[in-house]
């Protein structure tokens, strides 16, 4: 009779709340995502060996997707954000197109290629970060003499599950170069002069580049006096110079430093976190589960996961780079921390 009553219901698209309210109304977060670690030495065989076998020609990008365990359908390396491995060769070219997706590019290897956003030339050398916001035209193009790797991030997951994603291919395989090469980021080279004829457009930072070159001796400039986050080193983020806030309104960027023998305190936060080592070894342990790392690995940080980093040389830092949806946490009014002990 009673079981009558409940299957009843399911014609009428409706459903007893009481057997739904503790998974709807969670106590706290339980994230599908797992704590993971993509090794660079593993992967990069197998991205030469596509690169190889597949042309550009074959597929729109030549990426691989670095999948959660936890999220393989749809695949996403965290909760809301993506993280990839794309590998251009000397002379390709890779189809201009735009989605609403917002990303960026972060590079690990080689130089001479270039990326084209809205007819701008960008140049991409190991360490910099170059913007491709939401619908912003992009195509890239490698003239230089070694293949080229980057790690590619992108808030597709996010945007999917808000049933906001569009996408369009241009008429042409590449873009016209309609604006000087880095323009955007040479107009705002000094972070405190803002060109003042230049008003904001949309909710991105104007810049399209942020060299390592920068980023490095920003990292220089103070290391030796700042004590930093007892969690996250010294952290300085990639700013919108309009703003001071986020590079992009989904996903905020930066850059660690751990000093030689660093031994974090252990912390963690709704937002969901991915990383790539840019220099040195050492292990991050998130909720019991140990990632060690060194160059170019790629870990994810669930949202609401226990973490804390460890730099394993007492000589040497260790530099990371990472990106998160905090920005959309904190605007949603959803972003809490907590400090906490991952264990392992
Ligand atoms: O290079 O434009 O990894 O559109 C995924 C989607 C890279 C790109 C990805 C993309 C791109």
Redesign the pocket.
């Known amino acids: 009779m009673t079981d009558d009553a409940y299957a009843a219901l399911d014609g009428l698209g409706a459903a007893p709340l009481w057997r739904f309210y503790g998974n709807l109304f969670p106590a706290q977060p339980r994230s599908r995502a797992v704590p993971y670690r993509w090794s660079w030495r593993d992967l990069r065989p197998h991205l030469l060996h596509f690169s190889e076998t597949l042309s550009l020609h074959e597929a ?2 030549r ?1 691989l ?1 670095l999948v959660n365990p936890g999220l393989t359908d749809p695949p996403a390396t965290v909760n809301t954000l ?1 993280a ?1 491995l ?1 590998i251009i060769l000397p002379g390709e070219t ?1 189809q201009a ?1 735009r ?1 609403t ?1 917002n ?1 960026f ?1 972060f590079v690990l290897e080689g130089e001479g290629a270039h ?1 084209t956003v809205n007819g701008e030339p960008v140049r991409m050398a190991p360490g910099d970060l170059l913007l ?1 916001p939401g619908w912003h035209w ?1 195509d ?1 193009t490698h003239q230089g003499d070694a293949p080229m790797i980057w790690l ?1 991030a ?1 808030d ?1 997951p996010m945007v999917n599950a808000l049933e906001a994603g569009f996408y369009e291919q241009y008429h042409q395989r590449l873009q016209p170069l309609t604006r000087t090469a880095d323009l955007g980021s040479r107009l705002f080279l000094h972070g405190r002069l803002t060109p003042a004829w230049i008003e904001p457009a949309g909710p991105n930072s104007p810049v399209t580049r942020y060299p390592w070159a920068e980023t490095a001796r920003a990292l220089d400039a103070i290391a030796d006096d700042a004590t930093g986050s007892e969690v996250d080193g010294i952290a300085l983020e990639y700013t919108d110079p309009f703003t001071g806030g986020p590079v992009m309104p989904t996903i905020g960027c930066r850059i660690h430093r751990l000093r030689p023998g660093f031994d974090g305190a252990g912390r963690r936060h709704t937002a969901s976190t991915i990383v790539n080592v840019v220099r040195g070894e050492g292990a991050t342990i998130v909720d019991g589960v140990r990632l060690e790392w060194s160059e170019h690995d790629t870990f994810a940080i669930p949202g609401w996961a226990t973490y804390r980093h460890v730099n394993a040389s007492a000589s040497q830092d260790a530099v990371l780079f990472s990106y998160s949806d905090e920005p959309v946490m904190r605007s949603l009014g959803l972003y809490r921390t907590e400090p906490g002990d991952p264990g392992a």
Do not use: K, P
């Open positions: 729109e990008r990426v997707m993506y990839g794309q890779a197109h989605h997706s990303a590019r990326t491709t992009h890239h590619d992108l597709y």
